[in-house]
């Protein structure tokens, strides 16, 4: 109870310093419109609304992401993984409103109809891949603290991971050697069973393996953590700056 107290605070002073950061608030607030308003423009030849749905949620997913990558990156001076996780799920809170803001102006914007087949499988599946991003970027934390310019680091991996997730562009477009990589990236399954619950599919098999990997994610944050202290106590080679 203890561990899940420290969560809990954690993650929600760390949410109220993130919505009052000038650079991550204001942020997350322009970033949402402006991919939502670029995918509908790019989408919006196939003059479907299946079609259209389904880049309104990707973009959605996008803006979420981005409230992860780049800013978690940057994120280490919290030396702990119990501090620091609240820390990423916070950011990955802001993509909430990615969500929310996306569909919002697809609809008022564009006139997107806001159909949600399953609405409780579609919340779960919302909620399970916020816990995922903030395992990833746990992970992306523990693992960039070793560079000085890890706020670029986490920038660098924003797009890439856009790309093999399938958050806009169908994997089955890609060349067969992404597909596996994007297997073992959690925002892949989070967006599939997103994308499912609201198109009327099956996300419970997705939500799970989501679920999994960003567990994975958590536990393989907090070993990377261990080793990360271990050798600045050693070597004093730890840059913060």
């Known amino acids: 109870m203890s561990t899940l107290r420290l969560l809990g605070v954690g993650w929600y002073f ?3 310093m993130i919505l009052r950061s000038p650079f991550d608030g204001i942020g997350n607030v322009l970033y949402p419109l402006f991919f939502a308003t670029t995918a509908l423009f790019v989408f919006r030849a196939g003059q479907s609304p299946r079609t259209l749905i389904y880049a309104s949620l990707g973009a959605a997913v996008m803006g979420m992401w981005s409230s992860v990558s780049t800013s978690a990156g940057s994120a280490m001076p919290r030396h702990f993984s119990l501090v620091m996780l609240p820390a990423t799920l916070g950011l990955a809170t802001v993509g909430i409103y990615n969500l929310a803001a996306t569909l919002l102006w697809g609809r008022l914007v564009f006139g997107i109809p806001l159909t ?3 609405p409780l499988l579609f919340a779960l599946s919302v909620v399970g891949t916020v816990l995922a991003f903030g ?3 746990l992970l992306f934390a523990v693992s960039f603290v070793r560079f000085r310019a890890a706020w670029v680091l986490g920038n660098f991996f924003e ?5 093999i997730c399938g958050f806009l562009v169908p994997l089955a477009l890609l060349p067969g ?3 596996p990589i994007s297997w073992v990236l959690a925002p892949t399954w989070g967006m599939s069973a997103i994308r499912e619950s609201a198109l009327g599919g ?3 098999p997705d939500l799970l393996l989501c ?3 960003g567990t994975a994610y958590v536990a393989l944050g907090v070993l990377v953590t261990d080793r990360v202290l271990y050798d600045a106590r050693g070597r004093g080679t730890l840059s913060l700056t």
């Open 14 to 16: 760390q949410f109220k």
């Open 116 to 118: 949600i087949t399953h």
């Open 135 to 137: 395992g990833l970027g």
């Open 159 to 163: 797009y890439p991971v856009w790309l």
């Open 177 to 179: 050697w992404v597909r």
């Open 202 to 204: 099956t996300p419970l």
């Open 211 to 213: 679920l999994a990997l």
